[in-house]
């Protein structure tokens, strides 16, 4: 959460008091941590508290012991905004011991829209880094696989859906010897500019030589109504890559002597 002024912080209570009433109220945070703010959350008349534990570092051990009993508990345990395959036994070990204690929920730590979607319709991936990987579909599975072992008490399944990420952490196609030791070597020296903004600038301007306002693109070009038609038969493959680019290569040439005539 925010570091908010006093003066937000008091503003919560009777907006919440006026939000209170027949419908349940769950608090959601992302991206941050609750617990600097944790005294004005637990006073607020809410039924629940979601958590992300992934940004967030709050201790669910504390969260536990601090917020009221009859407070649901939604834990952020799955990376809402990455595409890796989570290490469930270590998911488990974070929460397992609040099982039983208060009601709990597991989830991601936010929405999914930050993943691509389904990790099955990659079919050009290598087996091994696409059994690294965990789009959104399958994060929801991780959740299926957290609960029921959460509920049962057995981490077989856990165990069998970790062991890839887990081998990747020692996996030479991840960790190159050469790139580690370079690493090593860095030093808080090397953040820090050698010439200050004055003499940097001075010499951009006498390698670029760029004009008082030099122009550029938004995005990619063209976006004409022909050439996205071309470039959607290209994806479809209803095109190859040289009646593709035959029509588009003099669109993209005209479009370059404008912006440098400008």
């Given amino acids: 959460m925010l570091e908010l002024p006093q003066a937000w912080l008091d503003a919560f209570k009777p907006a919440y008091d006026a939000l209170a009433?027949?419908?349940?109220?769950?608090?959601?945070?992302?991206?941050?941590?609750?617990?600097?703010?944790?005294?004005?959350?637990?006073?607020l008349p809410v039924q629940g508290l979601h958590v992300d534990l992934i940004h967030g570092k709050d201790d669910v051990a504390e969260l536990h012991q601090r917020l009221p009993v009859d407070w649901l508990l939604s834990a952020g345990l799955i990376n809402g905004r990455n595409?890796?395959?989570?290490?469930?036994?270590?998911?488990?070990?974070?929460?397992?011991?609040?099982?039983?204690?208060?009601?709990l929920w597991v989830a991601s730590s936010c929405s999914l829209l930050h993943?691509?979607?389904?990790l099955s319709v990659e079919t050009r991936l290598d087996t091994e880094v696409k059994s690294?990987?965990?789009?959104?579909?399958?994060?929801?599975?991780?959740?299926?696989?957290l609960r029921d072992a959460l509920?049962?008490?057995?981490?077989?399944?856990?165990?069998?859906?970790?062991?890839?990420i887990q081998a990747r952490r020692h996996s030479r196609r991840v960790h190159n010897a050469a790139v580690e030791k370079r690493l090593a070597a860095i030093t808080a020296q090397a953040s820090q500019r050698e010439n200050p903004y004055e003499v940097r600038a001075e010499a951009q301007r006498a390698r670029f030589k760029l004009p008082a306002?030099?122009?550029?693109?938004?995005?990619?070009?063209?976006?004409?109504?022909?050439?996205?038609?071309?470039?959607?038969d290209f994806k479809k493959g209803n095109l190859d890559a040289n009646n593709y680019r035959t029509p588009a290569s003099p669109n993209i040439s005209n479009r370059l002597s404008s912006s440098r005539s400008v």
């Fill in 213 to 232: 306002w030099p122009t550029t693109t938004i995005g990619s070009f063209p976006q004409t109504t022909e050439i996205r038609g071309l470039r959607l």
């Fill in 115 to 118: 993943s691509p979607i389904d």
């Fill in 151 to 164: 509920n049962s008490g057995e981490t077989a399944a856990l165990e069998e859906w970790s062991a890839p």
């Fill in 83 to 103: 595409v890796w395959r989570a290490d469930l036994t270590e998911k488990y070990a974070q929460i397992n011991a609040l099982v039983g204690k208060r009601a």
């Fill in 21 to 43: 009433g027949q419908v349940k109220l769950l608090l959601t945070t992302y991206f941050e941590g609750v617990t600097p703010n944790l005294d004005t959350i637990i006073a």
């Fill in 132 to 145: 690294w990987f965990a789009f959104a579909l399958q994060k929801c599975g991780e959740l299926a696989l």
